[in-house]
């Protein structure tokens, strides 16, 4: 099986919703014809170099999947067809792709991903718990060992400093 990249543009005055069916459509191709869908990158709306079909702007999404010429094929059909799709372009990205060793990094991927969420939700709750208990204080820790510094010795400092920039010269 080889492993493909198609990265198409979407019209971008098109909600969510409406681009949902597209999206579906194109999962479900994949499915029918035997592939494997590695991911769907949604890049988001971006400004085009030049217009294309009136439009300056579009909605970029990268489809990364593993199947047959066939699929390659029905894909390009489907995209060239929706009249909400303003370009697409294919490239192959492996001619022998390992199908179950893919399987697996994006399975490791997904772990490392929930991984960092849980990971990422349990400093946030440590850091507001914390957060709390300095509210509680008066004053922040970094200040209440310091000394206090009056505004009469701010000023002699500053006259000192003149003085002597004062003699250099």
Do not use: H
């Not at 969510?16 to 479900?28: A, I, M, S, T, Y």
């Not at 990364?64 to 009249?83: H, K, M, P, Q, S």
């Not at 008066?138 to 009469?152: A, V």
């Amino acid at each position: 099986m080889r492993r493909y990249e198609t990265i198409f543009i979407i019209d971008p005055d098109l909600s969510n919703e409406q681009r949902l069916p597209v999206f579906d459509k194109l999962k479900g191709l994949i499915i029918q014809q035997g592939g494997f869908l590695v991911i769907v990158d949604e890049w988001g709306d971006k400004r085009f170099a030049y217009e294309i079909k009136k439009k300056s702007r579009g909605y970029y999404v990268r489809l990364d999947f593993c199947g047959t010429g066939a699929l390659v094929n029905e894909i390009e059909r489907f995209l060239r067809i929706d009249d909400s799709v303003l370009k697409y372009m294919t490239v192959l990205l492996d001619k022998d792709a390992d199908v179950e060793r893919i399987k697996k990094q994006v399975a490791e991927a997904e772990a490392s991903k929930e991984q960092i969420a849980q990971d990422k939700a349990a400093s946030d709750d440590k850091s507001t718990v914390a957060g709390k208990d300095k509210l509680n204080d008066s004053e922040p820790e970094d200040k209440q060992d310091q000394p206090e510094i009056s505004k009469s010795q701010i000023v002699e400092s500053e006259t000192m400093q003149i003085e002597t920039n004062e003699e250099e010269k």
